[in-house]
């Protein structure tokens, strides 16, 4: 399934103007704060409407501007792993990560809460409310609660950012596992070229609102370390 | 001493905030998280009831809602009587004067809420109104709670716009706040005093919980 992202939006001084096209896999938008990777994202979850563009899941089109197509975000099964988890407060773990199973039945839900705390190892956490957790299993809940309700794709904004640095390594081999196991397709927004190396197949470079440059992680890579030694700053 | 001024004090209000809740607490998330146009007069219009004198409320809804008002057709048409000098009256006068008490708390407790919470239910899946009552609701309660609050006290002592619209019909309209007025104007004293001390008494215990149950939704 290729995800089509072709987006353009003003806001006060800042245009967002992008276009890419990812293949399945994980992929990032990687580039300094404020080019516009956080508005690329709410723009694919329904969240910003942008002026014009077209967002797309293979065939499926959330969005078209000339077609005048705009699906609801609810509609869209897209799941989203907000830069601060946004989890309910008065909410505990297993009830978070249920929320968007609201037409399962009681038994469905409670058996696939248990199987997504298990798969995130939180099986002894399911009671417990937001404040009562680290930053890192805050994380996880949130992401166990945007698998929740096995959606088409998964957005996660700067996952990693809030965690402490040794636990870091250990979380991104974790989101590669659980990619492995569900083979849901994830964009993750970083500013950190190490989430880019340990986890993209596929990275978007961002600046100033506008993708510089789209293709395999390695490639990209070996390309800008090369400019980048032959233009050191 | 006569309790009947107290029981219609009580229902009066307990009335007057249920409306209060079903139009405040919409309008109040309403203006927290939409724009449009108008948006600005409707909160003025919002507010105006808190500034003015009750008695300029009560005129103007008396002109509004009176006999040769123009909205005194439909009513007659619906009800098949006037709305002034009813306990009906009491209550609307004390639906307009406190109901803006209850939006302003209301859309405080909504504005301080972050929005990424009810986006994040919006990615899950649910529909606007379930997210109001799983979401927005229990995370703003303390806003609502004050609010409710707040419109029950103004309603439960409300007195000049409930004087001009209900007028004061002892055993029908007569709140306990116009009966302990009514009381001291005649020199019973101490039936006033009586009177004063225990509207005093419950309007305390009912804001008393209140905020306990305010404070309950902690979480």
Known sequence: MIITVDVRRTLGPFHLKVAFAAPAGITALFGPSGSGKTLTLRCVAGLLRPERGRVALGQRVLYDGALGVDLATRDRRIGYVFQHY?????????????????DASPADRSARVKELLEMVGLADFAERHPHQLSGGQQQRVALARALAPRPDLVLLDEPFAAIDSFVRDHLREQLRAIHARTQVPMILVTHDVADVRRLADTVVLYG???????????DVL???EVQTAAYPA | MDLAPLALSLRVAAVAT?????????????????????????????????VLPPTVLGYGLLVLLGRQGPVDPAIQ???????????????????????????RAAQGGF????????EAARTLGRREFAIFLTVTAPLAWRGIAAGIALCFARAIGEFGATLMLAGNIPGRTQTASIAIYDAV???????????????????????????????????
């Not at chain 2, 009800?79 to 009256?89: M, N, Q």
């Open chain 2, 185 to 219: 104007q005649s020199g019973r004293l101490e039936q006033a005093t009586t009177m004063a001390l225990a509207l005093g008494i419950v309007a305390g215990a009912v804001l008393f919980l209140l905020a306990r149950v305010g404070r309950g939704a902690r979480w």
């Open chain 1, 222 to 224: 070996a390309r800008r």
């Open chain 1, 86 to 102: 946004a989890l309910f407060p008065h909410l505990s773990a297993s009830a978070n990560i249920g929320y968007g199973l609201h």
């Open chain 2, 77 to 103: 048409a619906v009800f098949g009587e006037g709305l002034v000098f009813t306990p009906a009256a009491a209550v609307v006068a004390a639906f307009v004067a406190a109901t803006p008490f209850l939006i």
């Open chain 2, 18 to 50: 249920a409306f209060g809740i079903a139009v405040g607490v919409p309008l109040a998330w309403v203006l927290a998280r939409k724009s449009f146009p108008g948006r600005d007069v409707i909160s003025v219009l919002i507010v105006l009831p808190m």
């Open chain 1, 208 to 218: 100033h609102g506008a993708v510089l440059e789209v293709g395999a992680t390695d």
């Open chain 2, 111 to 118: 504005e301080q809420l972050d929005v990424a919470y009810e």
